[in-house]
C-alpha cells in the first residue's frame, strides 16, 4: 500500500520561508517522479515542482521559479519543498504526489498515481 505523508505546513509571515516534507512509503522510490501541487480555496488544483530521482530533471511551474526548491533524500525516500519568500497568494493546501517513472516526459503536466493528504500553508500579509 502506497503512502505519502506531508509535514511542514502551518502559518508563516509574507516574505518568510518553510519546508514541507513528504515521506513515501509502499513504493519503490527510485522509479517515480515525485512533484509538489497545491489548492488555493476556490480554485483548481495546480503543479507546483516536481523531480526525477536522479535530478537531472526538475520542474517548477513559472509563479514559484525562483523562490521555491524541490529535493529528494532517496536513502530516506522523502521529498522535500523549500519555500522561500512566501506570498499571500502561495496560501494553499499542498500535496505531495508520484508517478512512475516512463521516459522523456513533461512531468508537470502528467496525470499522477498516488497522492498525499495534504498540508496547510497559510502566508499572512
Known amino acids: 500500500q502506497v503512502q505519502l505523508v506531508e509535514s511542514g505546513g502551518g502559518l508563516v509571515q509574507a516574505g518568510g520561508s518553510q519546508r514541507l516534507s513528504c515521506a513515501a512509503s509502499?513504493?519503490?522510490?527510485?522509479?517515480?517522479?515525485m512533484g509538489w501541487f497545491r489548492q488555493a480555496p476556490g480554485k483548481e488544483r495546480e503543479f507546483v515542482a516536481a523531480?526525477?530521482?536522479?535530478?537531472?530533471?526538475?520542474y517548477y511551474a513559472d509563479s514559484v521559479k525562483g523562490r521555491f526548491a524541490i529535493s529528494r533524500d532517496n536513502a530516506k525516500n522523502t521529498v522535500y519543498l523549500q519555500m522561500n519568500s512566501l506570498k499571500p497568494e502561495d496560501t494553499a493546501v499542498y500535496y505531495c504526489?508520484?508517478?512512475?517513472?516512463?521516459?522523456?516526459?513533461?512531468?508537470?503536466?502528467?496525470?499522477?498515481?498516488?497522492w498525499g493528504q495534504g498540508t496547510q500553508v497559510t502566508v499572512s500579509s
Open positions: 504526489a508520484a508517478v512512475r517513472y516512463g521516459g522523456n516526459y513533461d512531468y508537470s503536466k502528467l496525470r499522477y498515481d498516488y
Open positions: 509502499g513504493l519503490t522510490f527510485s522509479s517515480y517522479v
Open positions: 523531480k526525477t530521482w536522479s535530478g537531472a530533471r526538475t
